[in-house]
């Protein structure tokens, strides 16, 4: 699966699979499910391969699930293994970039079960990285925010972190640490570091439940339509 040759990439996308979903209870990873006839991450691999700033592409996964997608198996992209949790798997897929790609600039980090993702937002993404040392998706919290301790809190000064992420490769590696607390990686780099959040991928679901997959075939298909239209 891993190619050994060391090549020339400037922008290399990430595609994170290695997620088991217990909770999503199907009987593979929820990346493999079908959806619309296609398993889930065969969406992302169709916005991957349609960008126009992705020079390679690296699959963190576990190899034992190369065969649930065909179009993942025929991909021609890159492979590292997955670890025990997510930052040991970005782990794994930077120690990947630095031994094959060394002359890496730019990444994007992208879920595997986050089929609405764009190739134009890829491009979006890593184009801003010539500005910004990182460029975080970002959603406002619209319900009440609460916290177990019950004290009021300013939902205005909170706003919540997504996939797809990207950053300027030695920028993050530097500051990189499988130990950090937040799930958000960008918090891992200074303060000072110049961060663009993009509030404006409102259409972009993870799949965390069974019950959302009827959300993303409807979502699918109603922006199918809208391309016909167009």
Not at 30 to 55: E, F, H, W
């Amino acid at each position: 699966m891993v190619k050994e040759k060391a090549m020339s990439a400037k922008n290399v996308t990430i595609i994170m699979s290695g997620g088991v979903g217990h909770r999503f209870g199907a009987d593979r990873p929820k990346q493999y499910v079908n959806l619309n006839g296609r398993c889930v991450i065969d969406y992302v691999i169709d916005a991957v391969k349609g960008s126009k700033l992705t020079d390679e592409v690296v699959v963190v996964m576990d190899p034992s699930c190369i065969d649930y997608s065909e179009e993942l198996k025929n991909s021609g992209f890159h492979f590292a293994l997955n670890g025990k949790e997510r930052p040991d798997s970005l782990n794994s897929a930077f120690e990947y970039i630095k031994g094959h790609f060394p002359e890496c600039e730019r990444i994007i980090i992208l879920d595997a079960v986050a089929p609405l993702v764009t190739s134009e937002l890829i491009d979006d993404y890593l184009a801003k990285l010539n500005e910004y040392d990182a460029v975080i998706t970002c959603q406002k919290i619209t319900g009440a925010l609460g916290n177990y301790d019950f004290d009021p809190l300013d939902r205005e000064k909170y706003y919540m972190t997504q996939s797809p992420e990207a950053f300027r490769f030695k920028e993050i590696t530097k500051y990189f640490s499988t130990d950090f607390q937040s799930q958000e990686l960008a918090w891992q780099l200074p303060r000072e570091t110049k961060k663009y959040l993009n509030f404006d991928f409102r259409n972009n679901l993870k799949l965390t439940y069974d019950y959302q997959l009827k959300y993303a075939e409807i979502l699918i298909q109603y922006l199918d339509n809208i391309k016909e239209i167009k």
